[in-house]
């Protein structure tokens, strides 16, 4: 124990203590320079804010803003990375903060200053997070003449990479959903959420071969079709929906079940129920909830048997839900003896018990 302690004070105590010394010293003289440089940060930050909303403002006159931006140029440190980032971030910031006319100068600016440069940089990097910073900087500023770089990346090894390439290409150009049917890789909810986002915002049109999409041996992209079909309200091809409704995955007949409540698609009644007794209780649930919409006094009949044979708990709210919805007068002479199914009558009625 001696013989450590010796060497501990006579090697590693002197290795801790030079460690110890230059951590303290890299932080002084970082934090020295940190405060050197934010002056210079905050004044360029100024002039360039400046300048941009006026120029944003300011009717478009392309020689006199080529002029006015190679002088602007001179008078802040243009040449330094971190100068070049705050400028398109700015203009960033004001693109997705101003709508109508006024952002016509920002695809002008971002040439002029050079900043098309800088993100092609970004993007042949080796970091995934400075490709994927590129991609954001293109979509965020609509420059579609970045598209055709993205566009390799469709095919990255990083998912992260892959999937900013996806949604990118998409809200640069909504209005060419068609090549999604080719599409390889499993869309996430994720994705989902914000293709559906884009085509909200962008108000695309409808894909020329959505019907296709339907019928993709891509999982996802079944599923995003279906979505879209909802979205358009496209009933030409509903008998591929009813088709879906007994497709080998539950997700994917998950989907089907929503369009056909939101399409209308009445000669799914059959199918559902039949299908029914197959599906898990999240399916049975939101054929309930399809049924209420579309069904008939063969719903009726059906979700009765279930209520007579003792249905699972889980699912006996949402079944009488789903018959007071087809016909609100149907528990006044059915079920009257049945104290189990009252109480469930009740709360449907009058929720607040």
């Not at 060419?176 to 049917?181: A, N």
């Amino acid at each position: 124990m001696d013989v450590l302690i010796y060497y501990f004070v006579l090697i590693a105590l002197p290795i801790l203590t030079c460690g110890l010394i230059l951590l303290i010293a890299f932080l002084i003289i970082n934090r020295f320079r940190y405060d050197l440089f934010r002056p210079k940060f905050e004044d360029a930050k100024s002039k360039i804010d400046s300048f941009l909303t006026n120029m944003i403002f300011s009717p478009f006159d392309e020689t006199l803003f080529k002029t006015e931006i190679e002088q602007f140029k001179k008078g802040i440190p243009f040449e330094k990375k971190w100068c070049k980032k705050l400028i398109l971030n700015e203009i960033i910031f004001l693109k997705l903060n101003l709508k109508g006319e006024v952002t016509n100068t920002f695809h002008f600016l971002y040439e002029q200053f050079e900043l098309f440069e800088y993100t092609k940089k970004l993007l042949k990097s080796n970091r995934f997070y400075l490709k994927c910073l590129g991609m954001y900087q293109l979509e965020s500023l609509e420059y579609k003449k970045g598209a055709p770089l993205i566009t390799p990346f469709l095919n990255h090894k990083n998912r992260s990479v892959k999937s900013s390439a996806f949604l990118s290409l998409i809200s640069l150009k909504p209005n060419k959903l068609e090549t999604l049917v080719d599409f390889s890789h499993q869309i996430t909810i994720a994705e989902e959420i914000n293709i559906m986002d884009i085509l909200h915002q962008k108000k695309t049109k409808i894909p020329s071969n959505l019907s296709q999409w339907i019928k993709s041996d891509n999982l996802s992209i079944i599923k995003l079709g279906i979505k879209l079909m909802v979205f358009y309200n496209y009933t030409n091809d509903n008998e591929t929906i009813l088709k879906l409704l007994k497709h080998n995955d539950k997700s994917v007949r998950h989907e089907a079940i929503i369009a056909v409540k939101f399409l209308y698609i009445h000669q799914a009644e059959p199918i559902l129920i039949e299908q029914f007794k197959h599906e898990d209780t999240l399916n049975k649930l939101e054929i309930f909830d399809t049924l209420s919409g579309i069904g008939t006094t063969d719903s009726e009949h059906f979700i009765a048997q279930l209520l007579e044979n003792k249905t699972d708990e889980d699912i006996k709210l949402d079944a009488v839900y789903c018959i007071d919805r087809i016909n609100s007068h149907y528990f006044e002479q059915h079920f009257l003896d049945n104290e189990d199914v009252q109480k469930v009558v009740k709360h449907v009625k009058t929720p607040y018990l």
